[in-house]
């Protein structure tokens, strides 16, 4: 069993930055591949980021590449999401969730189907 909490979600200005935080509890996180997933008003829950077990691996939207890195920390049972240059079509409720499905070596987006547990979600706000 996993349980996650985002948070660091916020307001920000097109341009600016922010990180997320999603902190687990359980034996299982540093054997869990991780994704970032959001949900903009009105749309679907869609893939951002997904990162392996160790953090060897990582696989990003082709909507975020070069603009969010996914990096974790085993030691702090932690995974973030860096968000740079942001713009006002980020602005969704971010999720974080853990699997114990994902391969090692994570070579296109990972369908949320293979996710076995998920946080509450964090609002992040991008005015123009």
């Known amino acids: 069993q996993v349980h996650l909490v985002e948070s660091g979600g916020g307001l920000v200005q097109a341009g600016g930055s922010l990180r997320l935080s999603c902190a687990a509890s359980?034996?299982?996180?540093?054997?869990?591949?991780m994704g970032w997933f959001r949900q903009a008003p009105g749309k679907g829950r869609e893939f951002v980021a997904a990162i392996n077990y160790s953090g060897g691996s990582a696989y990003y939207a082709d909507s975020v590449k070069g603009r969010l890195t996914i990096s974790r920390d085993n030691a702090k049972n932690t995974v973030y999401l860096q968000m740079n240059s942001l713009k006002p079509e980020d602005t969704a409720v971010y999720y974080c969730?853990?699997?114990?499905?994902?391969?090692?070596?994570?070579?296109?987006?990972?369908?949320?189907?293979?996710?076995?547990?998920w946080g509450q979600g964090t609002q992040v706000t991008v005015s123009s």
């Open positions: 969730a853990a699997s114990t499905r994902v391969g090692v070596l994570i070579r296109q987006e990972t369908p949320e189907g293979l996710y076995d547990y």
């Open positions: 359980g034996r299982t996180f540093s054997s869990s591949a």
